[in-house]
């Protein structure tokens, strides 16, 4: 991890720590943001680089496709990752202990597209299970954006609905993908990286989800991370990319 934190040059902005600090007694839900190739931002949440606020116990929930691959099992459970299905989901928030994830998963990278570098497209605007169960444990949300992991690797992979439906199926996207020195699924170029932690949502435990609430709070969740975006993309070089709810 320290070793990742160098070769990133990894820079973290937290807008309110004291804001998070008041929430230290609940699991507070950090949504990062964008998924690109690979999320491999959210290492910054990792316990190891005390980056976060009472962070000690944190952990990465990601694809189950994951840990069904033995290599990538070992190497992912070592970096503190854990399956994102709904059991491990809601063990946390009952736990009260914080985690971080990508909503708009493997589907954002079949929305990449090399011929408009200046869009950055996040697959959100149906995902809203992970709002539905911070409202029935009322946990925090705290929209994170990850500056320039885009362009940190190459890819090909088919297109085509046929595509997506079978990454949604098989919770990852058929692709290769090539980083430093063009080396297949080898490590990112190096390009320096910057985690910016947002405004933590205030979200009511609620004894019956309704979907109007739930729509409320996406909807809200939504417009806070493209605020966050927009307060922060001049000063990290992105003045002229822009920002496509998918």
Not at 11 to 20: F, K, N, Q, S, V
Not at 150 to 173: C, H, N, Q, V
């Amino acid at each position: 991890m320290l070793r990742a934190e160098q070769y990133f040059g990894l820079r973290t902005i937290i807008e309110d720590e004291e804001a998070l600090q008041k929430h230290s007694d609940k699991a507070i839900i950090y949504a990062f943001s964008p998924h690109d190739m690979l999320p491999f931002g959210v290492f910054a949440f990792n316990p190891i680089l005390n980056r976060v606020p009472n962070g000690s116990t944190m952990h990465c929930l990601m694809t189950s496709a994951i840990f069904n691959i033995p290599f990538l099992k070992h190497v992912y459970t070592w970096v503190k990752g854990k399956p994102v299905d709904k059991k491990t989901f809601m063990g946390k928030l009952h736990q009260n202990s914080s985690f971080t994830f990508c909503p708009g998963g493997v589907q954002e990278v079949t929305l990449l597209d090399k011929k408009r570098p200046d869009d950055i497209v996040l697959y959100l605007r149906n995902r809203k299970g992970f709002i539905k169960l911070a409202l029935s444990t009322g946990s925090p949300i705290v929209p994170v954006f990850g500056f320039n992991l885009d362009g940190t690797f190459g890819y090909w992979f088919p297109r085509g609905a046929l595509i997506e439906k079978l990454s949604r199926m098989i919770g990852f996207l058929p692709v290769i993908y090539w980083g430093r020195f063009g080396v297949p699924f080898g490590i990112p170029h190096p390009k320096r990286l910057t985690v910016v932690v947002g405004l933590p949502i205030d979200v009511p435990k609620m004894g019956e989800v309704t979907n109007e609430k739930i729509d409320e709070y996406h909807q809200l969740f939504v417009d806070e991370l493209i605020k966050l975006f927009e307060r922060h993309k001049h000063n990290e070089g992105y003045g002229n990319k822009r920002l496509k709810i998918a």
